[in-house]
């Protein structure tokens, strides 16, 4: 087993900076596709054989250091009464909303047997992997602005709407959220998984004081219950939270592009971090992936411990390609002098 991206997350300095990326599984590649042709997105996350196929394309074709169960943060709602769907275009469903306190008893406490399918695919992946699998929730803030706005959004009018007419309830749904995020995430522990990653997209939309009100406390509380294996807590567009997110403790803060690696490791000091190029930057020429990219590898080595990550998931216009060679130009990079903090 390739243990180097579970040596980073547990604060030890590397010999070369291991390196995995958020969606790294999707329909940028066409191996994926050619499964995606056959299949609805659903029927790929809810049959083990084909998720576990799915997490291992990455591994084999690109050589990252971690793989990450292929599947979806929407995906636990199914065990609680809720109704998801995936529509080409549109993105993501899901049915009822939840907009107002008396609709928080449409959720049911989560059934884990509904969604044994993620767990009987991570059961299938610890027989053949060779580096470390990552388990994943979103955190109870994202999911619940999945519940209120019934899908994407840009402005999450109904999410703050509801979190400002009935704070109380919104803290109900948070606890709610926070309990069956603990067990889902601790099933997928049992299973197997070494490390758990909490995706919490939306946090970024907060400003500070909501920040620690509507979310701080829950994600630290569903990380002291997680004490069994690593948990990365990946957020975007959380710059202007830097101080809130100090008092986060998770083992890795996955941080997005918007903030400078070389002073994120000065204000998060002696924490382990990953990140952080900007996914689009895959986009242009090689010159330019490179060159951002050494950037962020000699101000990483000022972190307690380096992952390499971008600052969210894989485009879809991505070249298989470009995501190779950066794989390889980051195992081969080689820190020979450490810049001073
Ligand atoms: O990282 C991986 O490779 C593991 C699999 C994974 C998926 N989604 C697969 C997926 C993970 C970890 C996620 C997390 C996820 N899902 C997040 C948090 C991270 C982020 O990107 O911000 C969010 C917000 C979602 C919700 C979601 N799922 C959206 C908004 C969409 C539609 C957008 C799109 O790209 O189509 C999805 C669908 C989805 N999730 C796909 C994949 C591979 C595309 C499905 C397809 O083939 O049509």
């Known amino acids: 087993m390739n243990d180097t991206f579970l040596k980073a997350c547990r604060g030890i300095k590397?010999?070369?900076?291991?390196v995995w990326f958020m969606r790294q599984a999707g329909r940028y590649m066409p191996e994926?596709?050619?499964?995606?042709q056959k299949y609805d997105f659903l029927t790929m996350c809810k049959t083990p054989e084909i998720s576990a196929e799915i997490t291992l394309q990455p591994v084999s074709i690109l050589g990252v250091d971690a793989a990450i169960l292929f599947s979806d943060i929407l995906i636990p709602l199914e065990g609680m009464g809720i109704k998801i769907q995936f529509i080409e275009e549109k993105g993501p469903q899901v049915i009822p909303t939840i907009r107002k306190a008396s609709d928080i008893n449409l959720i049911k406490e989560i059934e884990l047997s509904e969604v044994d399918y993620v767990f009987q695919t991570i059961k299938i992946l610890k027989k053949t992997l060779k580096v470390p699998l990552i388990g994943f929730?979103?955190?109870p803030f994202t999911l619940a602005t999945y519940l209120i706005e019934g899908g994407s959004t840009k402005e999450f009018v109904n999410t703050k709407k509801f979190m400002f007419l009935e704070g109380k309830s919104f803290h109900d749904l948070m606890q709610l959220l926070t309990k069956a995020m603990r067990k889902y995430l601790s099933e997928q522990i049992k299973a197997g998984v070494h490390v758990v990653q909490i995706f919490d997209t939306w946090a970024g939309i907060l400003s500070p004081f909501d920040y620690d009100l509507f979310v701080k406390p829950y994600i630290n509380e569903l990380i002291n219950h997680l004490k069994e294996v690593p948990v990365i807590?990946?957020?975007?567009?959380?710059?202007?939270?830097s101080s809130n997110l100090r008092e986060i403790n998770a083992d890795v803060l996955s941080i997005d592009w918007r903030i400078d690696m070389r002073q994120a490791a000065q204000i998060f000091k002696n924490q382990p971090l990953q990140g952080n190029l900007d996914p689009l930057t895959l986009l242009g020429s090689e010159e330019e992936v490179l060159l951002r990219t050494k950037k962020?590898?000699?101000d990483g080595q000022l972190a307690k411990s380096h992952i390499f990550n971008l600052g969210h998931g894989v485009n879809i216009n991505t070249s298989v390609d470009m995501l190779r060679r950066l794989v390889d130009f980051i195992h081969e990079f080689r820190i020979k002098e450490v810049p001073n903090a």
């Open 14 to 18: 590397t010999e070369y900076v291991p």
């Open 32 to 36: 994926y596709q050619k499964i995606r």
């Open 137 to 139: 929730a979103a955190s």
């Open 233 to 241: 807590y990946y957020c975007s567009n959380t710059a202007g939270l």
């Open 296 to 298: 962020i590898l000699i």
